[in-house]
């Protein structure tokens, strides 16, 4: 069992930047590739990025490439996501998920399928 909790979301203006933490409890952080979704209102749950265990390995959707940058401290147990320059159409639901069975030096997951325990969300708004 893997327990998340995100916290760091809020309301921010274009430009500006903030940063998303997930704590993980349960089963040993450093096994497993971490990954971070959004759901925005009336739209799908999108991929944003995912990090193997190592941190070795990081992949980025198109729409957040060069402006979000995902990192993870073992140490902390903690995953997170460094958003900059951030937009309007960034406003979403934020959630970090965990793949336990991604669980080689390089592995990561883009499907969400894929992971298999979520944590409850934290709000993002970007005002323009």
């Known amino acids: 069992q893997v327990q998340l909790v995100e916290s760091g979301g809020g309301l921010v203006q274009a430009g500006d930047s903030l940063r998303l933490s997930c704590a993980a409890s349960g089963r040993t952080f450093s096994s497993y590739a971490m990954g971070w979704f959004r759901q925005a209102p009336g739209k799908e749950h999108e991929f944003v990025a995912a990090?193997?265990?190592?941190?070795?390995?990081?992949y980025y959707a198109d729409s957040v490439e060069g402006r979000f940058t995902i990192s993870r401290d073992n140490a902390k147990n903690t995953v997170y996501l460094q958003m900059n320059r951030l937009k309007p159409e960034d406003t979403a639901v934020y959630y970090c998920?965990?793949?336990?069975?991604?669980?080689?030096?390089?592995?990561?997951?883009?499907?969400?399928?894929?992971?298999?325990?979520w944590g409850q969300g934290s709000q993002v708004t970007v005002s323009s």
């Open positions: 998920a965990a793949d336990t069975d991604c669980s080689g030096f390089g592995c990561y997951a883009q499907g969400g399928y894929e992971y298999d325990y």
């Open positions: 990090i193997s265990w190592s941190g070795h390995s990081t």
